[in-house]
């Protein structure tokens, strides 16, 4: 650990955060419990982390240790992941149900290590069981050193903005009936903002989300998509922002009057205060289903003056759904890395491995009488519907050289080509097999991965934002319909592609991105699209470990978690 310049420990209890910088010896202590929150006029119980919800934000500086106490007193299993954060050579503390730990039970503890290593910016932290993470779930704020600045000028003051989704029910039941029912999940009743879902909402009018602005000065939105299911589109009405940051890295500069963020994505955006003394709604809308549907917040000018107050609400004006669908594509094909002296960048060109990976929604016969239809729908990556351990985890089982847990047969390329995203394709096309398959890597390969949606069961294709644990990626192209091995890689950027840990595969389209094996562990892909994830659309990186000290996985802690029981309830 001599590489961290110094160590900062917080205690993170789940249903209850301690958080506490030791250097500072400031000490906070809050009871582990369920909690009761309000939205929508409904009030009900559920799984928080220190009664907060959305959790408490935890602030570093790029290089530096974290220590988290996950201590569960709540009444149901759970893991914490830090979404990001590369976790070099020490997978151990990823936490990822059946991936690389034993869910923590309830009454048992873990502490997690988080390695800082390069990230510099924005990134977050969540549940990463079942559905938990829609109520746990917080930020992260990396800081560069203290012998830094920004890559910009100085903003006067900074907000993290998190978007979620708001259930009526109990979001565990929600899970369990979309398990058992084999189709769609239930719809959530309200997008939020920091956990409120705006002032169209008459319950929610009094605790709408305000940022305070000064005339003049430059402010920093740290927002994340911890959304479930839904890409957001987000305006702030007659203001245009300047993108800076992304997924825990730096952009060039990129003036629009939008954002589309997918689930996973975390974009950092700079915010002048350049209007009349006013208030403006920045509102978020999905592009695609409810059109209706949305989260408000209100940016306040500080000062004396009247606002008129209309009838209704003057929101920002939104696309159309076909037109959505290509500016949230045309913004995130925008934006660039920074790619300069300070923070240089390096594209992998010696490739050592091609994949092309289709992205599919598939069907299976239905073995009970609680589905919907005679079928389920399950997801796929080249025809694979990821089956996850369910009495060990795949780290473990490879650290410990235990047999049988999983197989090291992913494929590199899709099993069957044809027109992926032309014309309906039904779900039983071409039939996913089940498996817990990995993919093996070599310490330092180079890595191309083409990721391929297509239409099957759908007829018009559908988004996947994807998201590698333990490794940032360069998204080195995009575009729709069929990905054309002789015609597209010509148009690759390789001078300066964003680096990204999550990217948004648009429907009926591709995404080409290319990373470094260069951490030794297991490492989780999956979509982050919720019910395409629990429907099994998901595989798992093994990184051998290199030859040099430094090149090797490290040790397990001493308290990891043990697999008292089965994890809670299949994830297919």
């Not at 245009?240 to 997918?262: E, R, S």
């Amino acid at each position: 650990m001599s590489c961290y310049r110094k160590l900062k420990v917080f205690m993170l209890c789940y249903l209850g955060i301690i958080m506490a910088p030791v250097d500072a010896l400031v000490h906070h202590k809050f009871e582990v419990r369920r909690s009761s929150h309000t939205r929508l006029c409904t009030t009900k119980s559920m799984l928080t982390v220190n009664g907060q919800f959305p959790g408490p934000t935890i602030y570093a500086r790029r290089g530096e240790l974290v220590v988290v106490d996950v201590i569960n007193r709540a009444d149901a299993n759970i893991t914490i992941h830090w979404h990001g954060v590369k976790m070099p050579r020490y997978p151990w503390t990823d936490g990822v149900d059946s991936v690389t730990q034993c869910p923590i039970t309830p009454g048992k503890s873990f502490r997690q290590r988080i390695l800082l290593s390069d990230e510099e910016g924005t990134l977050f932290w969540h549940a990463h069981i079942d559905w938990t993470r829609a109520t746990v779930h917080g930020a992260i704020i990396i800081l560069p050193p203290k012998t830094h600045t920004y890559p910009f000028p100085k903003p006067h003051a900074e907000f993290p903005i998190l978007l979620g989704e708001w259930w009526n029910d109990d979001v565990q039941q929600v899970y369990e009936d979309f398990i058992a029912r084999g189709q769609s999940a239930q719809l959530s009743d309200a997008f939020l903002m920091n956990g409120q879902p705006g002032d169209q909402y008459p319950c929610s009018k009094q605790d709408t989300l305000k940022l305070s602005v000064e005339p003049g000065k430059t402010y920093l939105i740290r927002m994340i998509n911890a959304m479930m299911n839904f890409i957001m589109y987000l305006k702030i009405k007659d203001h245009n922002v300047t993108v800076v940051g992304m997924d825990g890295a730096y952009t060039k500069p990129l003036n629009t009057d939008h954002i589309a963020i997918a689930p996973g994505q975390t974009i950092d955006f700079l915010l002048e205060a350049n209007q009349p003394p006013s208030r403006y709604y920045m509102a978020g809308r999905i592009y695609s289903g409810r059109v209706g549907t949305n989260t408000t917040g209100i940016v306040e000018y500080v000062g004396n003056y009247t606002w008129p107050r209309p009838s209704s609400p003057v929101l920002p004006s939104f696309p159309e759904f076909d037109d959505g669908v290509a500016k949230s594509t045309h913004f995130s094909n925008r934006l660039r890395s920074l790619a300069d002296d300070n923070y240089p960048i390096k594209v992998p060109m010696n490739i050592t491995h091609n994949m092309f990976v289709t992205l599919s929604i598939n069907t299976w016969p239905c073995l009970t009488n609680s589905c919907v239809f005679d079928y389920r729908l399950v997801g796929s990556m080249n025809n694979v519907t990821m089956l996850l351990p369910k009495t060990q985890n795949i780290l473990e089982a490879y650290y410990k050289g235990i047999r049988g847990v999983f197989t090291p047969d992913f494929p590199a390329m899709t099993p069957i080509i044809f027109d992926f995203t032309q014309g309906y394709k039904p779900g039983n096309f071409a039939p996913a097999q089940s498996g817990t398959a990995v993919y093996m890597l070599d310490y330092n390969s180079e890595v191309e991965m083409v990721l391929q949606g297509t239409n099957y069961g759908t007829g018009d294709g559908i988004d996947h934002p994807m998201h590698l644990h333990g490794h940032s990626f360069y998204v080195v192209g995009s575009g729709y319909g069929n990905f054309h091995p002789n015609t597209d890689p010509p148009n690759f950027n390789l001078i300066d592609p964003p680096l990204v840990n999550t990217v948004a595969v648009p429907r009926s389209g591709w995404s080409a991105i290319r990373f470094k094996a260069n951490n030794p562990g297991v490492w989780f892909m999956h979509c982050h699209f919720e019910r395409h994830h629990s429907w099994g659309m998901k595989m798992a990186f093994i990184v051998k470990d290199g030859e040099a000290p430094n090149e090797k996985m490290l040790p397990p802690p001493p308290d990891m978690p043990r697999c008292e029981a089965p994890p809670a309830a299949s994830t297919i």
